[in-house]
């Protein structure tokens, strides 16, 4: 079993941005983040390859995020810009030996971080 711990969390304003990061334990061939905003289901966000190509991003995160992974640390990275409310959620970092399915967004990895929150409120 991998171990996630995120970090970078916290509170912004809109149109500010935030980078969060999420150390692992070991190398993995998919990794990703997922978000649940209060109410609302855990969404895909953005997955990556171990070939370092982001293969999904959600609709809603387009040309605003970017996942990026710093292989020699074991270090997977999201950049937040341009925040808006409803980016408000606990982001989750997420990881698996395989991608099956993440180009659709239908990826289900089974190891998962413990969450970071991010509020974005004016």
């Known amino acids: 079993q991998v171990q996630l711990v995120e970090s970078g969390g916290g509170s912004v304003q809109p149109g500010e941005s935030l980078r969060l990061s999420c150390a692992v334990s070991?190398?993995?061939?998919?990794m990703g983040w997922f978000r649940q905003a209060p109410g609302k289901e855990r969404e895909g966000v953005a997955t990556m390859s171990a070939a370092g190509v982001g293969i999904y991003y959600a609709d809603s995160v387009k040309g605003r995020f970017a996942i990026s992974r710093a292989s020699a640390e074991n270090t997977l990275y999201l950049q937040m810009n341009n925040l808006k409310p409803e980016d408000t959620a606990v982001y989750y970092c997420?990881?698996?030996?395989?991608?099956?399915?993440?180009?659709?967004?239908?990826?289900?990895?089974?190891?998962w971080g413990q969450g970071t929150q991010v509020t974005v409120t004016s």
């Open positions: 070991a190398y993995t061939a998919c």
């Open positions: 997420a990881a698996d030996f395989s991608c099956r399915g993440a180009s659709a967004g239908t990826w289900y990895p089974s190891d």
